[in-house]
């Protein structure tokens, strides 16, 4: 593998002996503007170790620099070692590098033989897969793909949300106002419009919920009827998501939700009781966390039933047990900040050392088109007719811009749902995102659409010339700024790949996306691609290949196609 970056470490590393490549590695940086280099020695951040001021370290090093193919010059600038390399080596070697590893460009084994679980998704049954959880399913499905291009062995969980009070209320909903028949013909949402019920009544008659609390008690201890009818709603719910996850494209390796975990939950009980942490606390059995600051981690309510983070420590055990996971990530919306804080706590007293193993991602609200997208109030927005609209608005600009389009349905969907994903992804997780359909379709805005516009226009290309690209091509000729601005970009990938996995933040590769578009686009305005002269053609068209090859693994990464026509 070629890395420039390695190249000039090595350099550097003969020249100061006090550190080794790591350390340096560390300090070394990418400068914000090309003309201070290509790489950059902030060399105030040696000082202390070399005992000796910035400028003079700077210039030292500039003075004994030894000569390299790949190193033009180097200049003492400010403390600074700002290092120029030489563009046609830099260009040569970063295209033949990535025509050389294809559709493996970016991969990386730094989690080699190491596993990781990725709880994501995890709708609640009976209640609608709503934005929120779209949300949740984009980051994780990219996470996953993303440590599973760093070498990581993963497990993507869906944590269904199969169990719980909520199930007591639709019971009670389904037994007072519920009507097999319509349940059957109308799915999900004659189940959602019967939860959006119970919440109506019982805001005017609060004993609902204690009936509800009760159904779900009998739940809890095997009740044939209780089961039968939480199946039933499971199994309409279930089907209603899988649809959701088809038109996604996302995949999960285990599908064990909360009620999983039923049999397995005195265990947990137990395990807290002998070791001293549950207490009894108006009837209901707590651990204690006002010593951290925090409210109580309910075990038990008073009626004996499990609670969500009885659920959560269970689950953590058991993987810990089945998957020996390096890490285990669970991906939710900000709001539950807490819940994760409470029972990774509890983990920890319970002397588990790996307590620090598990991670809670968390991401802002979504709403689109100014609406929050919330279900108890009666808003019911069903996520897939939210996909179905993208699929279509898209359509209609395929249908405007190129009516010839072969497959156009297929192309719809993969542009549509992309459109949405992408939205979701550019900006971090953690902010609040707020989209508009005329922005999120923006074929030149910076979008999903935009890019994966940008990557058939790389394969039109391709097509077009009707010659095979390959290494041996002349990168002398493409050296203008441009094009060499756009090999920087494309060289930054896998360091990306691994900057992505380490803040645990997809928007990283969208955000890349959109600059290596840009530069590409910057790129083939300024050049034709296809010229008279066969030498410069083809190592345009080496350019082109390597821009298509990388925005097609980014894409895969944050779960979009790339298709080759659009
Ligand atoms: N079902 C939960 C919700 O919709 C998310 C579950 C997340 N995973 C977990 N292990 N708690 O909010």
């Not at 994780?140 to 949300?161: A, P, Q, W």
């Not at 044939?224 to 494209?249: C, N, P, R, T």
């Not at 409210?295 to 004996?304: A, M, S, W, Y």
């Not at 089945?322 to 539950?336: A, H, R």
Request: proline share 3%; hydrophobic share 40%.
């Amino acid at each position: 593998m070629f890395n420039t970056k390695s190249i000039v470490l090595d350099l550097l590393k003969e020249l100061i002996e006090q550190l080794d490549a790591g350390q340096i590695s560390e300090v070394l940086e990418t400068p914000p503007n090309p003309d201070m280099g290509d790489l950059a020695l902030p060399c105030f951040k040696l000082s202390k170790i070399l005992r000796k001021a910035p400028i003079q370290i700077a210039q030292e090093l500039a003075d004994k620099f030894p000569e390299s193919k790949f190193v033009d010059r180097v200049e003492a600038v400010s403390g600074y070692l700002n290092i120029f390399l030489n563009k046609e080596a830099f260009i040569n070697e970063t295209l033949n590098w990535i025509l050389a590893e294809k559709e493996s460009y970016g991969s990386q084994n730094i989690g080699q033989g190491k596993n990781v679980v990725i709880d994501f998704s995890a709708p609640n049954i009976a209640k609608p897969f709503h934005i929120g959880h779209l949300r949740s399913t984009a980051i994780g499905n990219s996470l996953y793909k993303i440590f599973k291009c760093n070498g990581y062995n993963c497990i993507g969980v869906n944590h269904i949300g199969d169990w719980g009070t909520q199930f007591g209320k639709l019971i009670v909903a389904y037994k007072k106002w519920g009507d097999k028949g319509k349940i059957e013909k109308e799915q999900i949402k004659e189940l959602m419009s019967l939860y959006v019920k119970f919440h109506d009544e019982a805001e005017k008659n609060p004993e609902l919920d204690d009936e509800a609390r009760a159904w779900f008690a009998k739940m809890e201890q095997g009740d044939s009827e209780a089961l039968e009818l939480w199946q039933w709603f499971k199994d309409i719910s279930m089907q209603e998501f899988q649809k959701v996850y088809d038109v996604l494209g996302v995949k999960f390796d285990s599908y064990a939700g909360e009620s999983f975990y039923n049999d397995k939950m005195d265990a947990t009980v137990e395990e807290l009781k002998e070791k001293g942490l549950l207490k009894e606390s108006e009837g209901a059995q707590i651990v204690d966390l006002s010593e951290y600051n925090m409210p109580p981690c309910i075990i038990l309510k008073k009626d004996g039933s499990t609670l969500y983070a009885t659920r959560d420590v269970t689950a953590a055990l058991y993987r810990k047990k089945n998957y020996d996971f390096e890490k285990c990530v669970y991906v939710t919306g900000v709001s539950q900040n807490l819940h994760f804080q409470q029972w990774f706590k509890v983990i920890e007293l319970m002397g588990k050392e790996w307590s620090k193993e598990l991670v809670h991602v968390p991401f802002g609200t979504v709403s689109l088109q100014g609406e929050k997208l919330s279900t108890r109030k009666g808003k019911v927005v069903l996520l897939e007719e939210i996909l179905s609209e993208a699929i279509k608005k898209t359509k209609e600009i395929i249908e405007a811009k190129n009516p010839n389009l072969l497959n156009k349905d297929e192309i719809a969907r993969q542009i549509g749902v992309g459109a949405i994903i992408f939205g979701d992804l550019s900006s971090n997780r953690i902010k609040d995102v707020s989209f508009s359909w005329d922005e999120i379709l923006n074929f030149d805005g910076e979008t999903g659409p935009y890019v994966q516009y940008t990557h058939a226009r790389t394969c039109s290309l391709l097509v077009k010339a009707q010659t095979e690209v390959s290494e041996g091509f002349d990168s002398g000729l493409i050296d203008s700024k441009e094009e060499y601005q756009l090999a920087k970009t494309l060289y930054l990938f896998p360091e990306k790949v691994k900057q992505a996995m380490n803040e645990l933040e997809p928007s990283i590769i969208t955000r890349y996306l959109v600059d290596l578009a840009q530069d590409f686009n910057r790129f083939y305005h300024e050049h034709s691609v296809l010229v008279e002269d066969e030498e410069l053609k083809l190592a345009r068209l080496a350019l082109v290949k390597a821009t298509g090859i990388t925005i097609a693994r980014g894409l895969d990464l944050i779960g979009l196609k790339a298709p080759e026509r659009v």
